[in-house]
């Protein structure tokens, strides 16, 4: 029997966390709509719904909103060691080594105990330090002094203000990201959330199973998709390209970065909110071309390959707009996707079993091993 090449089609396993409904396009998290979750919370709410099941009351936001805000610093060490990376790290891997070291100097994780409520934990100071790490190891590897969060602020406009090294409080600005964070949420047996379970499922603790997904995320097939999509753009360089861009790739048989989806077939349901947000931006700052090359780019794949956008598309446009550095897009998807990440790692290490498929070996066979000097 020959397996299916990239497990397409496979069942993996259970989950209560979300639902990816291909016969609408539609997306689920622990029940709830994406689109009326955008609508209706914030990305912190989200956290906590991913996290424990189901929506908080305004008593547990508090007290959630409370531990975030007081738990954003990191050790004063991880900001040595980031001044001694090399300034060409990528800030994916200065992130995954700044989740390896948040691990390290958690004690109690030392101890290595993956109960519910020691995975709770873990995952909650993660959610509060990774902006801090995304934006600061960014920052140092710039030569730029590191900023210290802001806990007066909510999860978003801080984070926004760190990345952009200013307050940023501009209510359109801050909702584009929490909604972006929300829609970046979580998104079933994807590819990193699967590295995240097989790493978890040895019983390795938390952080090394964030590692392992943060790993997984920064490849252009998967969450690398948003920052390429900028870099295209920016190739492509003005509307009137994008139609000869998007038909030479086509003929060429090259991926166009952010169309596309494994499970979606036509379209996928995350676009429309951050579309509408970004366009929102674009009248703001009088700066459409992005749209407008994106535009062009989404008809001729339409029309040509009946291939649609995925949330990286449009998600890029916005990100840009709102004046975040380009290799910041899939550290700030992996701000938002610890959350899935990590409610995975709960379901996973609540009912575990050692995750090891087989394979069919299809090599050479009975094949007798000559002495050195005859080997030619
Ligand atoms: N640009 C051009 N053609 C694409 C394409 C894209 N982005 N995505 C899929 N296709 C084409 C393939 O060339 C293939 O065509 P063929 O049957 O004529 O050979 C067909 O669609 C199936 O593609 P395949 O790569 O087998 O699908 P997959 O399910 O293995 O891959 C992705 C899914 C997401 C990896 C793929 O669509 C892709 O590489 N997209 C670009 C990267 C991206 O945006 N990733 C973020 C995903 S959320």
Redesign the pocket.
Known sequence: MRANR?L?GLIAGDTTISKVDVSTNSLWYRGYDINELCAKTSFLEVAYLLLNEDLPTSKQLTEFEAFERSNRGIPKAMYTAFENMPTHAHPMDLLKIGVSMLGSFDEENSLGSNTHEQNLRKAMLLLSKMPTVVANSYRISKGQPPVEPDSELSYSENFLSMILGKKTNDPLSVKTLDNSLILYAEHGYNASTFSARVTAATLSDLYNAVSSAIGTLKG???GG?NEQVMYMLQEIESPERAKQYTLN??HN?E????????LYRTGDSRTAVIKNLGEQLAEQTGITKWHEISRIMEETMIAE?K?YP???FPAATAYYLLGIPIELYTPIFAASRITGWAAHILEQHDDNRLIRPGCEYVGPTSRKVKPISERL
Do not use: Q, S, V
């Open positions: 990239g397409a252009p097939l998967h998709a790739k086509i048989k991926k166009i970065m952010g169309f596309g989806h494994r390959k291939i995925n949330l990286d």
